[in-house]
Protein backbone atom coordinates (compact mmCIF):
# COMPACT_ATOMS: atom_id res chain seq x y z
CA UNK A 1 0.00 0.00 0.00
CA UNK A 2 1.74 3.28 -1.19
CA UNK A 3 1.04 6.87 -0.89
CA UNK A 4 0.73 9.29 -3.64
CA UNK A 5 4.32 10.17 -3.46
CA UNK A 6 5.46 6.42 -3.15
CA UNK A 7 3.52 5.57 -6.09
CA UNK A 8 5.04 8.25 -8.16
CA UNK A 9 8.33 7.67 -7.10
CA UNK A 10 8.04 3.72 -8.04
CA UNK A 11 7.09 4.90 -11.42
CA UNK A 12 10.19 7.54 -11.78
CA UNK A 13 11.95 4.42 -10.85
CA UNK A 14 10.41 2.28 -13.47
CA UNK A 15 10.20 4.40 -16.80
CA UNK A 16 13.96 5.67 -15.79
CA UNK A 17 13.69 9.31 -14.37
CA UNK A 18 17.12 10.44 -13.37
CA UNK A 19 17.83 10.21 -10.02
CA UNK A 20 19.31 14.26 -9.71
CA UNK A 21 15.51 15.60 -11.29
CA UNK A 22 13.01 12.50 -9.74
CA UNK A 23 12.17 14.79 -6.57
CA UNK A 24 11.71 17.63 -9.23
CA UNK A 25 9.63 16.02 -11.19
CA UNK A 26 7.34 14.36 -8.70
CA UNK A 27 6.88 17.68 -7.43
CA UNK A 28 5.98 19.17 -11.16
CA UNK A 29 3.62 16.70 -11.47
CA UNK A 30 2.06 16.50 -8.11
CA UNK A 31 1.85 20.36 -8.36
CA UNK A 32 -0.34 19.66 -11.93
CA UNK A 33 -3.08 17.59 -10.99
CA UNK A 34 -3.44 19.53 -7.59
CA UNK A 35 -2.38 16.64 -5.14
CA UNK A 36 0.40 18.19 -3.59
CA UNK A 37 -0.93 18.67 -0.24
CA UNK A 38 -2.29 14.73 -0.71
CA UNK A 39 0.95 13.22 -1.28
CA UNK A 40 1.43 11.77 2.21
CA UNK A 41 -1.79 10.21 1.99
CA UNK A 42 -2.41 6.43 1.21
CA UNK A 43 -3.91 6.23 -2.70
CA UNK A 44 -6.56 3.91 -1.68
CA UNK A 45 -8.13 7.00 0.36
CA UNK A 46 -8.06 8.89 -2.74
CA UNK A 47 -11.33 9.79 -4.31
CA UNK A 48 -12.02 8.14 -7.48
CA UNK A 49 -10.89 11.70 -9.15
CA UNK A 50 -7.90 12.09 -7.36
CA UNK A 51 -7.12 8.57 -8.32
CA UNK A 52 -7.44 9.36 -12.23
CA UNK A 53 -5.61 12.93 -11.08
CA UNK A 54 -2.65 10.19 -10.12
CA UNK A 55 -2.91 8.21 -13.09
CA UNK A 56 -2.18 11.26 -15.47
CA UNK A 57 0.56 12.18 -12.96
CA UNK A 58 2.34 8.78 -13.52
CA UNK A 59 2.08 9.00 -16.99
CA UNK A 60 3.68 12.27 -17.48
CA UNK A 61 6.67 11.85 -15.25
CA UNK A 62 8.83 11.05 -17.60
CA UNK A 63 8.15 13.85 -19.87
CA UNK A 64 6.29 11.23 -22.68
CA UNK A 65 6.47 12.73 -26.34
CA UNK A 66 3.07 11.02 -26.59
CA UNK A 67 0.81 10.26 -23.87
CA UNK A 68 -2.71 7.67 -23.90
CA UNK A 69 -5.14 8.11 -21.77
CA UNK A 70 -7.71 5.69 -21.90
CA UNK A 71 -11.39 6.67 -21.03
CA UNK A 72 -9.64 9.12 -18.83
CA UNK A 73 -13.00 10.48 -17.09
CA UNK A 74 -15.25 7.83 -17.63
CA UNK A 75 -17.50 7.25 -14.15
CA UNK A 76 -16.70 10.61 -12.40
CA UNK A 77 -18.66 13.22 -11.49
CA UNK A 78 -19.26 16.92 -13.25
CA UNK A 79 -16.93 18.75 -11.09
CA UNK A 80 -13.96 16.30 -11.28
CA UNK A 81 -14.34 15.63 -14.93
CA UNK A 82 -14.03 19.81 -15.71
CA UNK A 83 -10.71 19.61 -13.97
CA UNK A 84 -9.43 16.54 -15.77
CA UNK A 85 -10.66 18.25 -18.93
CA UNK A 86 -8.49 21.44 -17.94
CA UNK A 87 -4.77 19.09 -17.18
CA UNK A 88 -5.52 17.72 -20.76
CA UNK A 89 -5.82 21.04 -22.74
CA UNK A 90 -3.52 22.16 -20.44
CA UNK A 91 -1.06 19.53 -21.65
CA UNK A 92 -1.26 19.83 -25.05
CA UNK A 93 -1.50 23.26 -25.62
CA UNK A 94 1.81 23.86 -22.75
CA UNK A 95 3.82 20.58 -22.81
CA UNK A 96 4.41 20.32 -26.44
CA UNK A 97 2.67 16.89 -26.02
CA UNK A 98 0.61 14.67 -28.06
CA UNK A 99 -2.21 13.38 -26.46
CA UNK A 100 -4.13 10.41 -27.47
CA UNK A 101 -7.59 9.49 -25.90
CA UNK A 102 -10.64 6.97 -26.15
CA UNK A 103 -14.09 8.24 -24.93
CA UNK A 104 -17.29 7.43 -25.76
CA UNK A 105 -18.32 11.21 -24.89
CA UNK A 106 -18.91 12.92 -28.15
CA UNK A 107 -18.64 16.39 -25.76
CA UNK A 108 -15.27 14.98 -24.59
CA UNK A 109 -14.26 13.99 -28.06
CA UNK A 110 -15.46 17.82 -29.25
CA UNK A 111 -13.84 19.69 -26.38
CA UNK A 112 -10.18 18.15 -26.36
CA UNK A 113 -9.25 16.95 -29.79
CA UNK A 114 -8.48 18.22 -32.91
CA UNK A 115 -8.83 14.78 -34.68
CA UNK A 116 -11.52 12.34 -34.04
CA UNK A 117 -11.76 8.46 -35.47
CA UNK A 118 -14.48 6.86 -35.22
CA UNK A 119 -14.03 3.10 -34.53
CA UNK A 120 -16.72 0.50 -35.28
CA UNK A 121 -15.59 -3.49 -34.74
CA UNK A 122 -11.97 -2.21 -34.72
CA UNK A 123 -12.17 -0.46 -37.96
CA UNK A 124 -11.74 3.45 -38.38
CA UNK A 125 -14.96 4.42 -40.26
CA UNK A 126 -14.62 8.10 -39.98
CA UNK A 127 -11.24 10.36 -39.39
CA UNK A 128 -11.46 14.18 -39.80
CA UNK A 129 -12.08 17.28 -37.44
CA UNK A 130 -14.99 17.02 -34.64
CA UNK A 131 -16.13 20.00 -36.85
CA UNK A 132 -16.04 18.10 -40.25
CA UNK A 133 -17.59 14.88 -38.78
CA UNK A 134 -20.47 16.42 -37.17
CA UNK A 135 -21.42 18.41 -40.48
CA UNK A 136 -20.65 14.99 -42.68
CA UNK A 137 -22.78 12.65 -40.89
CA UNK A 138 -25.72 15.15 -39.79
CA UNK A 139 -26.07 14.08 -36.26
CA UNK A 140 -25.00 11.66 -34.20
CA UNK A 141 -24.96 7.60 -34.74
CA UNK A 142 -26.85 4.80 -33.37
CA UNK A 143 -26.01 1.08 -33.55
CA UNK A 144 -28.94 -1.23 -33.71
CA UNK A 145 -28.59 -4.59 -33.57
CA UNK A 146 -32.54 -6.01 -34.80
CA UNK A 147 -33.63 -9.28 -36.34
CA UNK A 148 -36.04 -7.67 -39.16
CA UNK A 149 -35.76 -4.10 -38.99
CA UNK A 150 -39.00 -2.16 -40.38
CA UNK A 151 -36.87 -0.05 -42.66
CA UNK A 152 -39.38 1.70 -44.66
CA UNK A 153 -40.79 2.74 -41.12
CA UNK A 154 -37.67 3.88 -39.78
CA UNK A 155 -37.26 5.67 -43.07
CA UNK A 156 -40.42 8.05 -41.93
CA UNK A 157 -39.63 8.95 -38.46
CA UNK A 158 -38.62 12.78 -38.59
CA UNK A 159 -35.51 12.20 -35.95
CA UNK A 160 -33.93 9.51 -38.50
CA UNK A 161 -31.34 11.37 -40.44
CA UNK A 162 -29.97 8.49 -42.77
CA UNK A 163 -29.52 4.61 -42.02
CA UNK A 164 -27.05 2.31 -43.35
CA UNK A 165 -26.82 -1.56 -42.90
CA UNK A 166 -23.46 -2.71 -41.89
CA UNK A 167 -22.25 -5.96 -40.91
CA UNK A 168 -25.85 -7.22 -39.25
CA UNK A 169 -26.68 -3.88 -37.80
CA UNK A 170 -28.39 -1.17 -38.65
CA UNK A 171 -26.68 2.41 -38.09
CA UNK A 172 -28.43 5.36 -38.18
CA UNK A 173 -27.48 8.87 -37.85
CA UNK A 174 -29.89 11.18 -35.90
CA UNK A 175 -30.78 14.42 -34.17
CA UNK A 176 -30.31 14.39 -30.78
CA UNK A 177 -29.44 10.78 -29.45
CA UNK A 178 -30.54 10.90 -26.40
CA UNK A 179 -34.18 11.48 -26.76
CA UNK A 180 -34.01 9.50 -29.75
CA UNK A 181 -33.55 6.81 -28.11
CA UNK A 182 -36.01 7.09 -25.79
CA UNK A 183 -38.49 7.66 -28.77
CA UNK A 184 -37.54 4.76 -30.82
CA UNK A 185 -37.49 2.27 -27.55
CA UNK A 186 -41.06 3.30 -27.31
CA UNK A 187 -42.23 2.68 -30.46
CA UNK A 188 -40.21 -1.04 -30.23
CA UNK A 189 -42.62 -1.24 -27.30
CA UNK A 190 -45.74 -1.08 -29.22
Given amino acids: ILTGYENLK ?8 PKKVMEERIDEVLQLVDL ?44 TREHIWH ?41 DTPKHLEAELGGELVSLKVKAPDVEQLKKLE ?7 REGRLVLTVANEASTCRRFFRLQAK
Fill in 159 to 165: FVKGMKE
Fill in 36 to 79: KNRADDLVKKYSGGMRRRLEIARGLIHKPKILLLDEPTLGLDPQ
Fill in 10 to 17: LHSLMYGV
Fill in 87 to 127: YIEALAREGKITVVITTHYMDEAERLCDRVAIVDFGKVIAL
